[in-house]
């Protein structure tokens, strides 16, 4: 092993650290978020709950009528009051209508709506169950 002195090992560092460049910095920062397309048209959304749920509790809640677009911040009715809420947040909500369009179909006669097999036959079901009192209104289970 050399030894060598403190002037020169001082100098070999400043020359090895002169020649060190900087690593470019790693981006930790989320990506694009995704955003549906549908959102900038539809009427109802739904919001994403991101607490701590319980088992069987649903992602999201809703739906909830859209009442303002302002960037990326949406204004929701969540039951009297207006919330702002990032468009993070929020997934379209795909509502039926109030009143469905007909299309020219017409309703079932009573007649044909009683059930058939496929042969054509009808199918009659017995009505012993229906007749049968399985609990007392007035106690004593049968």
């Known amino acids: 092993m050399q030894s ?8 070999r ?3 090895r650290i002169s020649r060190l460049r900087p690593v470019p910095a790693s981006c ?3 990506g694009t978020q995704f ?4 959102l900038e048209t539809c009427t109802y959304a739904m919001l994403r709950d991101d607490s701590i749920r319980g088992a069987l509790q649903p992602p999201y809640s809703g739906p909830y ?21 990032s ?13 469905p ?8 006669t009573p007649d044909s709506s009683r059930p058939t097999t496929r042969s ?10 229906s007749s049968v009192n399985y609990f007392s209104p007035h106690g004593g289970g049968g």
């Not at 060598?4 to 100098?11: E, N, Q």
């Not at 955003?35 to 549908?38: A, E, I, R, S, T």
């Not at 369009?101 to 079932?108: A, F, Q, T």
């Not at 009808?122 to 009505?127: A, N, P, S, Y």
Request: proline share 4%; hydrophobic share 45%.
């Open 4 to 11: 060598i002195s403190a002037s020169d090992f001082v100098d």
């Open 13 to 15: 560092l400043r020359t």
């Open 28 to 30: 930790h920062a989320r």
């Open 35 to 38: 955003v549906f397309k549908y």
């Open 65 to 85: 009528r859209i009442l303002q677009r302002i960037g990326k911040v949406f204004v929701l009715r969540m039951g009297t009051k207006e919330v702002r809420v």
């Open 87 to 99: 468009v993070d947040r929020i997934k379209p909500a795909y509502v039926l209508a109030d009143d």
């Open 101 to 108: 369009p007909s299309y020219g179909l017409s309703l079932p």
């Open 120 to 129: 054509g036959r009808r199918v009659h079901f017995t009505h012993f169950f």
